[in-house]
């Protein structure tokens, strides 16, 4: 077992299911648990089968992120960069920031060339501008992409950082996420059949954007509909120095549950 995938990321089954039934055997509810790992199989869900008193539930892990755009908004700032990098013509330091969601372009499309040029042109006219100058490259009804120069010294520019400051920005998109997620969850599971033999379902949510508090979480479950196909929604929160007992090099996290059929 390790700690993290592959890819550098934190094993989110393997975090969830762990936060999940040690909260289980916290409230009382933990009596004769087996489960079964299946989230190495990615071909074949669910990550895992629980059985809790007799009753077997399917057990599926997501995450309240967006990885794909987050991987095209990384190779898109670093694209900049390095156009920043072959101009001569740009003097001064700048810096790129992001409001929201904007939409990016495709990568390698005309699209996305086109941007980057526009904005390695619009750095270069403001060179000649006052410090704090601001210019919106992208303004959409999701977010904005913009430059602010910091200064007349040097030549370079600023990225924004992704991760937990990016998730903070989008706290109001937090209903759409989890929306986009419960709808892909559930096709999936249509699709390999889970559903036609398993009604009871359970989605774990990994909390990747560090929404430590709950009712931010709480509140934009409620504006999602369309998801009482599902036996409980429980989330693994972060920023919690709680132990993994079921995968020791993983990190553990306290979690609770968002909505059950099962009042208690």
């Known amino acids: 077992m390790t700690k993290r995938k592959a890819s550098g990321r934190i094993n989110e089954e393997h ?6 039934i040690q909260h289980l055997i916290e409230i009382g509810s933990g009596q004769g648990i087996l489960y079964c790992d299946n989230s190495e199989n990615r071909l ?8 809790i008193s007799g009753v ?6 997501t995450s309240i992120t967006d ?5 095209l908004c990384t190779k898109f700032f670093k ?12 003097k001064g330091t700048y810096s790129l920031h992001v409001i929201g969601r904007p939409r990016i372009p495709k990568k390698g499309t005309s699209d996305w060339k086109t941007l980057i040029s526009t904005i390695a042109t619009s750095i270069q006219d403001m060179s000649d501008a006052p410090c704090r100058t601001e210019h919106y490259i992208v303004k959409d009804k999701n977010g904005r992409v913009g430059i602010s120069k910091l200064s007349d010294q040097g030549a370079k520019i600023f990225l924004p950082m992704l991760g937990a400051k990016w998730g903070g920005k989008i706290r109001a998109q937090l209903s ?10 559930r096709k999936r599971l249509e699709k390999k059949g889970v559903l036609d033999h398993c009604k009871n379902v359970i989605l774990l949510l990994y909390d990747a954007y560090d929404y430590s508090n709950i009712e931010y979480i709480q509140e934009a479950l409620s504006k999602v ?31 609770v549950f968002l909505y059950s059929r099962n009042g208690k």
């Open 15 to 20: 975090v969830c299911i762990d936060s999940f």
């Open 44 to 51: 074949d869900p669910p990550d895992f089968w629980v059985k």
């Open 56 to 61: 077997i539930y399917a057990v599926e892990v």
């Open 67 to 71: 990885y794909d755009y987050e991987a």
């Open 79 to 90: 694209n900049i960069r390095s156009e920043f990098a072959t101009s001569d013509a740009i």
């Open 176 to 185: 759409q996420l989890i929306k986009e997620r419960l709808k892909a969850k």
């Open 225 to 255: 509909q369309d998801y009482d196909w599902l036996h409980s929604i429980f989330i693994a929160l972060s920023s919690s120095d709680t132990l993994n007992k079921l995968y020791p090099n993983s990190p553990g996290r306290k979690g």
